[in-house]
Every structure is written in structure tokens, then in C-alpha cells.
């Protein structure tokens, strides 16, 4: 990943990018804030050029959230950017700072704009860390991936669950979550729980897929990520749940959503290679309180 600062006003990020393809590098992420992508024609197609994925700093939908979190209305940039991407192939995950207060209540409303935009794979929430230009704060009271979950839940009660959402290797298991949805026109559907119990759920009027590969597949991906213990809720077809994770898994229009919350590729189930059992979802507790 290219970070920053802004990494896309440096004069030679696209030879950056092409050395690190040239390296051997294969996912080539660019954080950016969408700025340059939005008036520069010519660096979308460039950076689709390169296989580069975006990573997209999207706070929210309101005016007064990116005034607060931003300094400037930038929601026309981040449009704007948006649809660049769409026009030359460009995969974007949506990563929104989220301040207790301040964007929490637009959670769902991100979420839904990323599903509904033919360039987003996914969704990333991460807490805001009260450092440098931050105000301080009190850390009794400070946003914690549970609190984003919950919200979640709260905006989205016919998609998502808390026992949807579960942790990946990480430090500890309460530092980052993900979960997977399936999404067509206005219907969503969870991947872990049905995965679990070995059939992948189906979008209404799918055709079901024949043999038991591509959900034995997707049951021992979800294993290695987080733990068995994922227990399917529901009928395949219903609309449920939501996810926030990392990694590309699925079938048609798959999403992920990723806390430190991604939606990702459309076909190919991954290989995850780390897996401990301390980090099984029946272990976390503090979602269910």
C-alpha cells in the first residue's frame, strides 16, 4: 500500500506503483483521498493501466461530516472520483474515520453506497485514533470496532447480525473483524453462516451451482480466517447480514466489509493461510452484551 500524507500529489507515484508490480508485488493498493482521481482524467486510466487497487477515503455522505472530520465539503470529489474508477475497471474499498459523535450515524448509509456502486468491493470502518490534529478526548469513551458492529446492526437490522462479524488473526482478537455478503439489485445475503454448514447461500432466482465444491471451498477459507463455529441463520435466499473483512471470497457480486470494514472480487474463493483457534468467533464476548 501507498499511504501518506496523500501519496497520489507525489510526481512519481505511477513509477512507484510499476516498480512494485515490477518487483513482484501483487496487490499494489493506493490510499488516497480521491482528490487527484477526480480532476486529473488521465490517472484513472493510468492506475487501471497498472492493476493498482484504490483505497478510498470516504467518511460519510453529509457535508457536515467531512467539514468536521476533513475541513471541506469534498463529497462532489469523492463522486466524482468514484465514478472515474467505475468508467476504466478500478476496484475501490471505501474506508470511512469513524468519530463517536460526529459519522456514526451513517454507518448504514456507507455501506449502502458501496454496494451500490459498480466500482466499490468493499467497505473498511476504522475508529478514529485521537492523536496530532485531534482533539483530546476521553478513552473511557472511545469508539471500538463492538460499537461500530452494533451500529451496523442497529442501521442495517435486515442485514446484519453481531454474530455475523468475526475476528482475524491479529494481535487480539477484538483489533480487527470481517464478514461477506452477496449482493444482486435489492437482495443481500451472509456467506459465513450458510458456508458453515456447507452450501452457499443463493441470491433469489439464482441457479443453484452443481456439486458441493465451491461451498467446501468457501466453509474451509472461512475456517482458516476466523475459526469454526460459524452456524448458518436463516434459509439461503434470505436477506440477513453483512460482514467486515478483507479478503476476496464468492460468487456473484460478493462483498466484504472490513473493521480496523472489505467487498470484494466476484469469483475466486481465497486461500487464507493463518488460522489459531483462540481466535474462533465463539470466544468474543463483548458483542454479545
Given at each position: 500500500?501507498?499511504?501518506?500524507?496523500?501519496?497520489?500529489?507525489?510526481?512519481?507515484?505511477?513509477?512507484?506503483?510499476?516498480?512494485?508490480?515490477?518487483?513482484?508485488?501483487?496487490?499494489?493498493?493506493?490510499?488516497?483521498?480521491?482528490?487527484?482521481?477526480?480532476?486529473?482524467?488521465?490517472?484513472?486510466?493510468?492506475?487501471?493501466?497498472?492493476?493498482?487497487?484504490?483505497?478510498?477515503?470516504?467518511?460519510?455522505?453529509?457535508?457536515?461530516?467531512?467539514?468536521?472530520?476533513?475541513?471541506?465539503?469534498?463529497?462532489?470529489?469523492?463522486?466524482?472520483?468514484?465514478?472515474?474508477?467505475?468508467?476504466?475497471?478500478?476496484?475501490?474499498?471505501?474506508?470511512?474515520?469513524?468519530?463517536?459523535?460526529?459519522?456514526?450515524?451513517?454507518?448504514?448509509?456507507?455501506?449502502?453506497?458501496?454496494?451500490?456502486?459498480?466500482?466499490?468491493?468493499?467497505?473498511?470502518?476504522?475508529?478514529?485514533?485521537?492523536?496530532?490534529?485531534?482533539?483530546?478526548?476521553?478513552?473511557?469513551?472511545?469508539?471500538?470496532?463492538a460499537d461500530v458492529i452494533?451500529?451496523?446492526?442497529?442501521?442495517?437490522?435486515?442485514?446484519?447480525?453481531?454474530?455475523?462479524?468475526?475476528?482475524?488473526?491479529?494481535?487480539?482478537?477484538?483489533?480487527?473483524?470481517?464478514?461477506?455478503?452477496?449482493?444482486?439489485?435489492?437482495d443481500v445475503v451472509p456467506?459465513?453462516?450458510?458456508?458453515?454448514?456447507?452450501?452457499?447461500?443463493?441470491?433469489?432466482?439464482?441457479?443453484?451451482?452443481?456439486?458441493?465444491?465451491?461451498?467446501?471451498?468457501?466453509?474451509?477459507?472461512?475456517?482458516?480466517?476466523?475459526?469454526?463455529?460459524?452456524?448458518?441463520?436463516?434459509?439461503?435466499?434470505?436477506?440477513?447480514?453483512?460482514?467486515?473483512?478483507?479478503?476476496?471470497?464468492?460468487?456473484?457480486?460478493?462483498?466484504?466489509?472490513?473493521?480496523?470494514?472489505?467487498?470484494?472480487?466476484?469469483?475466486?474463493?481465497?486461500?487464507?493461510?493463518?488460522?489459531?483457534?483462540?481466535?474462533?468467533?465463539?470466544?468474543?464476548?463483548?458483542?454479545?452484551?
Amino acid at each position: 500500500m501507498f499511504s501518506g500524507g496523500e501519496p497520489s500529489i507525489h510526481p512519481q507515484i505511477l513509477e512507484f506503483c510499476a516498480m512494485a508490480r515490477d518487483k513482484g508485488v501483487r496487490t499494489v493498493v493506493l490510499n488516497t483521498n480521491g482528490i487527484r482521481l477526480a480532476h486529473d482524467r488521465s490517472f484513472a486510466p493510468a492506475l487501471a493501466e497498472l492493476g493498482v487497487k484504490i483505497y478510498l477515503q470516504f467518511d460519510g455522505l453529509e457535508e457536515a461530516t467531512h467539514v468536521a472530520l476533513r475541513g471541506r465539503d469534498l463529497r462532489a470529489a469523492k463522486a466524482q472520483a468514484l465514478d472515474r474508477c467505475a468508467e476504466v475497471g478500478l476496484t475501490v474499498l471505501l474506508v470511512a474515520a469513524v468519530e463517536a459523535e460526529v459519522n456514526t450515524h451513517e454507518l448504514g448509509a456507507v455501506v449502502r453506497r458501496g454496494i451500490a456502486h459498480p466500482a466499490v468491493r468493499g467497505v473498511v470502518f476504522q475508529p478514529v485514533t485521537h492523536a496530532g490534529r485531534h482533539t483530546t478526548f476521553d478513552p473511557r469513551q472511545r469508539l471500538t470496532n463492538a460499537d461500530v458492529i452494533h451500529g451496523l446492526v442497529d442501521q442495517c437490522p435486515d442485514w446484519f447480525r453481531t454474530s455475523d462479524f468475526f475476528p482475524v488473526p491479529c494481535c487480539s482478537p477484538t483489533c480487527r473483524s470481517i464478514t461477506y455478503l452477496l449482493t444482486g439489485d435489492d437482495d443481500v445475503v451472509p456467506i459465513p453462516p450458510a458456508a458453515a454448514d456447507g452450501e452457499l447461500p443463493r441470491l433469489p432466482r439464482q441457479p443453484r451451482p452443481p456439486g458441493p465444491g465451491p461451498a467446501r471451498r468457501a466453509r474451509t477459507a472461512l475456517e482458516r480466517v476466523g475459526g469454526p463455529g460459524h452456524r448458518r441463520r436463516g434459509k439461503p435466499g434470505k436477506r440477513t447480514s453483512i460482514r467486515n473483512g478483507t479478503s476476496p471470497l464468492g460468487e456473484k457480486s460478493l462483498h466484504d466489509i472490513d473493521l480496523e470494514v472489505p467487498m470484494q472480487e466476484r469469483q475466486a474463493i481465497p486461500t487464507v493461510q493463518h488460522r489459531d483457534p483462540i481466535y474462533d468467533v465463539r470466544a468474543i464476548r463483548p458483542l454479545d452484551h
